[in-house]
């Protein structure tokens, strides 16, 4: 990835059909930053993350993205993830069929020649050695590389398979939608500790959807921006989060 990424979003409209959901977000994201987004259901948080790996219901009626000064939009979903874009999913699917860790090594190959064409493909077995080192960190049991892409996974076994596929993808930017639902305290523990340990060794840029506050006191940001009705209405540090504990989402939102 390159070693030094900025992604402009600039007053990003978005609909479907006739209906609204993005009234012009702005956002700068660059490596080495750790975001987070948080604000009520329906203010459109996932929304923009979806739009941004190329979601084809989404139609953008105004607006810009670019990656490196290069338009984002026009790319697509493959070209998105080899520019170096990744996307956590709040609710990953399953697909049988295909083994977890022959999905991942093909994955890797794929974006390493994408940057290099003259990049040589990692094999199965030094790949299942990284594989291995990076689930153990997760607490992963390593029978998950045989397995189907989250078929039988529980729920917090599917969001750290997420995080598996960031540490090994070792994207440029990434977006987390709401990795953190779903976890228990030691869970959640487990997969933010990991996702610091990631973001710093990689220098990565780190966006992160999240409800919890909770994740906080693992993840320290550079910045928490607060959406509502498509657009993003605050900006700030952790003090916003005690802003929202103490008077909720109202005491920042102005119409």
């Known amino acids: 990835m390159p070693k030094k990424t900025s992604l402009q979003i600039k007053n990003l409209r978005v609909a479907i059909g006739k209906t609204k959901i993005l009234n012009g977000v702005s956002l700068q994201v660059n490596s080495g930053e750790v975001h987070i987004i948080m ?19 989404y139609e953008v009626t105004g607006g810009s993205v670019t990656i490196n000064k290069k338009n984002l939009l026009k790319m ?15 609710h990953p699917q399953t697909v049988s069929g295909v083994t977890f860790g022959n999905f991942l090594r093909l994955a890797r190959n794929s974006v390493a020649v994408a940057h290099n064409a003259k990049a040589m493909p990692i094999g199965p077995a030094p790949f299942a050695v990284l594989m291995r080192a990076e689930m153990e960190k997760l607490k ?40 953190d639902s779903g976890l228990d305290i030691d869970a959640l523990k487990i997969v933010a500790t990991e996702l610091v ?14 409800h919890n506050p909770k ?30 504990e103490q008077g909720g989402y109202d005491a920042l939102i102005k119409e």
């Open 197 to 210: 340990e990631i973001q710093k060794k990689q220098g990565m840029a780190l966006v992160i959807v999240s």
């Open 76 to 90: 697509s979903v493959p070209e998105r993830a080899q520019a170096g874009i990744f996307l956590g999913f709040q």
């Open 39 to 57: 604000g009520q259901n329906g203010s459109g948080k996932s929304t923009l993350l979806s739009v941004l790996m190329g979601h084809p219901k």
């Open 140 to 179: 992963m049991d390593s029978s998950f590389i045989s397995r189907f892409i989250n078929e039988g996974f529980s729920g917090g076994e599917k969001k750290k398979s997420e995080i598996l596929q960031m540490a090994l993808l070792e994207p440029a930017i990434a977006f987390l939608d709401e990795i």
């Open 215 to 244: 994740i906080l006191d693992f993840i320290n940001p550079d910045k928490i921006h607060i959406m509502s009705k498509g657009k993003i209405v605050a900006e700030g540090g952790k003090e916003i989060v005690h802003q929202i």
